[in-house]
């Protein structure tokens, strides 16, 4: 049974996006694997977490539900991840990480064990200018790579050790949010770059009243069970012998074509895309089969969801890290792309709470000589609308 098509029926008859129901079910295969299963890369292991980020609009694509329906499956579980969901400081992070574990191997000692993942349904909550000045980007940064061991300087208790590290997050923002919460210098380097940011640009269609039905029941149900199979999955990950070979020519592929390396924003990212293909072929996997054995079809899987996403992240990354002039460029152009034609005095009444005549004319004869909206003139009066 696949985890992650009876996951996205609990979605159903909501206005929750479906690309934000298929990374929130992967989110939740990240967090029960945890750091029992590892992919042997030679010169370095590979752990399936992910850090997610949902962005939307302000109150459409129900972000925070999004994020609310996984927090909830993995608190159900027999034996629920380590779960970290308020605002901290790099020591509370690492306090709260911490988790005693028992190594299965009866003649080793204790271990400790730093392992979480971060739920939080507004990233600014989380993640902001003040815990930038505070440190928490740079471990979050040495997190991401769950090392067996490594030691961080925090500012208020000196060098502190973690052993045997996994995390991972999902969380949900504005693109607005985004923006306040990051500085500028920080968008397409550090941490951003290991980021994935699922953008829904419109929601899904009107839905005045959600319900719980027995088919919703049954297919979370069936997602904790399968979950709870996950959480005792341990060992190395297989690739087959196609799946290899998939998973070589597309990483070929976008080497050789992607534009992303030769942009500011997505350079980092592209550095790390070969890792996210791997990770997420891992999660398609284990949705699939709920063993470690990954195939050709996972890879493929994996290969489409990326390309999916990778469709709008070099505008999401443009928004969060353009200027004040430039986010009310996206906006007018939002605002005809919406109404798909809109008269002059209309526009400018819309923005008369941002910008005079003059501000609002100069968008929009920048975007005419961009040549992304075309001007019409009818009854003597002038329209604007999207080119095709």
């Known amino acids: 049974m696949d985890i992650l098509r009876r996951f996205v029926q609990i979605y159903e008859k909501t206005e929750i996006p479906g690309v934000f129901a298929v990374w929130g079910g992967l989110a939740a295969i990240s967090a029960s694997i945890g750091r029992k299963a590892f992919l042997d890369m030679g010169t370095y292991t590979l752990y399936p977490n992910f850090y997610i980020v949902l962005v939307a609009s302000s109150g459409k694509c129900r972000k925070s539900t999004a994020v609310g329906i996984v927090e909830r499956t993995l608190g159900t579980l027999d034996h629920p991840p380590n779960i970290v969901a308020q605002k901290l400081t790099p020591e509370a992070l690492i306090d709260a990480l911490r988790v005693g574990n028992s190594d299965p191997e009866t003649t080793k000692l204790f271990r400790e064990v730093c392992e979480g993942y971060i739920l939080v349904d507004e990233l600014a909550n989380f993640l902001n200018r003040k815990t930038y000045e505070s440190g928490l980007p740079g471990l979050l940064i040495s997190l991401y790579d769950c090392k067996d061991e490594f030691t961080y300087r925090t500012k208020g208790r000196g060098i502190e050790k973690l052993t045997f590290s996994y995390l991972g997050m999902l969380s949900a923002s504005t693109i607005d949010w985004i923006r306040d919460a990051l500085p500028e210098d920080s968008i ?43 959480n005792k999955l341990q060992g190395a990950i297989r690739f087959s012998q196609d799946a290899w070979s998939s998973y070589e020519k597309e990483y070929n592929l976008f080497y050789e074509k992607s534009n992303f390396y030769h942009m500011k924003t997505l350079a980092g990212y592209a550095s790390r895309r070969g ?38 992240m070099p505008k999401v990354l443009e928004l969060i890290s353009s200027s004040d002039v430039g986010m009310l460029n996206e906006e007018i152009f939002t605002l005809i792309k919406q109404n798909k034609e809109l008269e002059l005095s209309r526009i400018i009444a819309r923005m008369s709470h941002k910008l005079d005549y003059k501000g609002v004319w100069d968008v929009l004869d920048t975007l005419v000589r961009s040549e992304v909206i075309q001007t019409i003139a009818r009854g003597g009066r002038i329209f604007y609308s999207v080119r095709k």
């Open 188 to 230: 397409g380097s550090g941490l951003t770059s290991r980021i994935i940011f699922v953008y829904a640009q419109d929601p899904s269609s009107p839905v005045a009243i959600t319900s719980w039905s027995d088919e919703k029941e049954k297919a979370w149900q069936d997602v904790i069970l399968l979950l709870n199979n996950v």
């Open 275 to 312: 890792s996210h293909h791997l990770k997420l072929s891992v999660l398609f996997a284990v949705s699939r089969s709920q063993n470690l054995i990954v195939e050709e079809e996972d890879v493929i899987a994996a290969k489409d969801l990326l390309y999916l996403v990778e469709q709008n």
